[in-house]
C-alpha cells in the first residue's frame, strides 16, 4: 500500500513563511502529477498548486507570487515553499500525487497538515 506522508505545517505569523514535504512512503515505479491541496473549515478542498512529473507547475491565483512548489523524482518528495503567508492561507494542506501501483494508476492523498497563520 502506497502511503504520503506530510510534514511542516505550524503555527505562522502573518507575513511568515513555512515549507511542507510530502514523500511517497515506499519505492514507487511511476510518480505523475504531484500537488497541494488545502481545505479550511466549512470550505471545499481547493487546488494550491501541482507540479507535472516534467516540471510543468500551476497555482491557484490566490498563491501565485508567494508560494513555490518543486520535487525530488530521487526522493518521491513535493515540497511547497510558502512565503508571505496571510490569514486567509490558514487551512489544512494535502498533497496528492497520481501513482503506478499494483499494475494501475491512482490518486493518493496524504493525511493533511494543519497551516494557521495568526497573530
Known amino acids: 500500500q502506497v502511503q504520503l506522508v506530510e510534514s511542516g505545517g505550524g503555527l505562522v505569523q502573518p507575513g511568515g513563511s513555512l515549507r511542507l514535504s510530502c514523500a511517497a512512503s515506499?519505492?514507487?515505479?511511476?510518480?505523475?502529477?504531484m500537488g497541494w491541496y488545502r481545505q479550511a473549515p466549512g470550505e471545499q478542498r481547493d487546488l494550491v498548486a501541482r507540479i507535472t512529473s516534467g516540471g510543468s507547475t500551476n497555482y491557484a491565483d490566490s498563491v501565485k507570487g508567494r508560494f513555490t512548489i518543486s520535487r525530488d523524482n530521487a526522493k518521491n518528495t513535493v515540497y511547497l515553499q510558502m512565503n508571505s503567508l496571510n490569514l486567509e492561507d490558514t487551512a489544512v494542506y494535502y498533497c496528492k500525487a497520481h501513482i503506478w501501483y499494483a499494475s494501475q494508476w491512482s490518486d493518493y492523498w496524504g493525511q493533511g497538515t494543519q497551516v494557521t497563520v495568526s497573530s
Open positions: 515506499r519505492s514507487i515505479f511511476g510518480i505523475d502529477t
